[in-house]
């Protein structure tokens, strides 16, 4: 079992930036894709960004630019920047993991493990 903890969330003005942390229990990164999405009040929850076993980055189209994810295998830990935070960004973040590669990494339905999350909050 793989357990994810998210930390870094909180609460910025438009224009912030934040970086979010993913802590695995156990060394996974080399051999996971790691993604990290979003759920904002109201709505579904939405792929932001994800780093293949190759270190392939893919990012949704309202981030990219934006939002950077990159993993450090040493500490077991995926990270986050955002930059440039809208308010629109609000939502509570979680990362996933799955073994391997997927068709679609920025898919929710192709992760198997989850984190708790951690809540964003943009203000104007």
């Known amino acids: 079992q793989v357990q994810l903890v998210e930390s870094g969330g909180g609460s910025v003005q438009s224009g912030g930036s934040l970086r979010l942390s993913c802590a695995a229990s156990?060394?996974?990164?080399?051999?996971?894709?790691m993604g990290w999405f979003r759920r904002a009040p109201g709505k579904e929850r939405e792929g932001v960004a994800s780093?293949?076993?190759?270190?392939?980055?893919s990012y949704a189209d309202s981030v990219k630019g934006r939002f950077t994810i990159s993993r450090d295998d040493v500490k077991n830990t995926v990270y986050l920047q955002m930059n440039s935070l809208k308010p629109e960004d609000t939502g509570t973040y979680s990362c996933?993991?799955?073994?391997?590669?997927?068709?679609?990494?920025?898919?929710?339905?192709?992760?198997?493990?989850w984190g708790q999350g951690t809540q964003v909050t943009v203000f104007s």
């Open positions: 996933a993991a799955v073994r391997g590669a997927t068709w679609d990494p920025l898919k929710d339905s192709e992760y198997n493990y």
């Open positions: 156990r060394y996974i990164y080399s051999s996971y894709t």
């Open positions: 780093i293949n076993t190759n270190n392939r980055a």
